[in-house]
């Protein structure tokens, strides 16, 4: 029998758990852990709450969760309940799929005034991860500014432009939806260090934009290429430039304005002990399509602003890790002998779920390829430490039960009203936090 560990109940983990099971059917036993009492990782807290269509890919994730051999161990903490090593000793091989959670920071003067918020909070914010549940970002200004040119980017100015009727059928939590309802954010640019050639939108999530009942997007069809210059673009590029170019040149007037700024590199974020406006340094580009500086600056107000520039997976105390790259240092998956990352952990922040797929089934390869450890006895030991340590231990089980009472909490025509703090899922289940 082979055990096996994952930290991180998100796509990569269980599309890692699934490929185990495939390989090794009864000859494996996978504890899935996490440190919340809810699986899913990127699909509840990051996917964008009006994109259910995506979310449905947690379906596929439950198949996997109701089988013999996987277990899912809610509300524990590697590094606080167990460690990594008393897991090693535990398990034949240990698996880090514990993300990206972490913004990267926008290193520039200002960047840390209040009104400057990162898109891990900011999205976590309106999808009711218990870490920023009670962010409250300023919502009170007319303008809001966005950097980045990514679908995270997307999201945001999205979630930041749509009705409340436009919110139907999601599942934003009530407290963001709230928000959005008063907020008087009218004018939201989008921040571009190159151009629209640069963008990492995908035609789906831009085409959206083209779509909202009170907000349009606007471009300048000065910042763009001669347009022959689409044809060597790869086809998905080539869609979303397409969607830009019928922006800029279509034009449509609605209350609220999306404005993409390319060559706009921000510089510097200024404010009388909150933001205010961003200092944008015009760009150009160099021979390898890098954004170079030209000197020449401008303001635009905000005092919203979320860096959309992309995350970071936290370090743990004696795991090799890239700093450069923000991820675990690692060959093909594997970071040590017995010891192995997948998804955003392994490759950073880039690709979609599906992305997480192929990852999962590279490392349950190698995974079934090495030896076993000696006297490993996986679960048993884990529920003894656990047990000792006093962890309030969430089973699958009590996590479709706490599922149920989100879906019984939902608000007219919305799937679930998700719990926002821990003790408030604990509590659904009795058990205390
Ligand atoms: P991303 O796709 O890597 O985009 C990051 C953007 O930030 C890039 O435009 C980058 O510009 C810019 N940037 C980085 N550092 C910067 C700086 N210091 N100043 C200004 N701009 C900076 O990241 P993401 O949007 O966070 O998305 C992460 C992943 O999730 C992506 O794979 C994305 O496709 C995926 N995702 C998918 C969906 C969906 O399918 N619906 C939704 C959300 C996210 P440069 O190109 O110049 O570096």
Redesign the pocket.
Known sequence: MRHVAIVGSGPAGYYTAEALQKKLGEDVRIDIIDRLPVPYGLIRFGV?PD?QS?KAVSRRYEGVALTENVRFVGNVTVGEHVSIAELQDLYDAVVLATGAPND?P?EIPGGDLPGVIG?AAFVGWYNGHPDFADLDPPLDGPNAAI???????L?VARILSKTTEEFAGSDIVGHALAALETSAVRHITIL???GPH???M?PK?LGELGHLANAAPRLDPADFPPEGDDALLEPGMRKSVTHLRSFANDPVAKPKTIDFDFFA??VAIEGDGRAERVVVEKTRLDEQLR?VGTGETYTIDASLIVT????QTPPIEGVPYEHGRGRFANDSGRILPHLYCVGWARRG????IGTNRPDGYEVADQIVGEAMGANRVGRSGLDTLLASRRANVVTFRDWQRIEAAEIGNAREGAPREKFTDIAAMMSAIGLPD
């Open positions: 964008a994109h995506i990267r926008l898109s950097i980045g040119n990514g679908n995270v980017a999201d571009g260090r190159r640069q963008i990492a995908t999530e590199m921000p954004s959309c520039i992309g995350y922040p880039t690709g979609t």
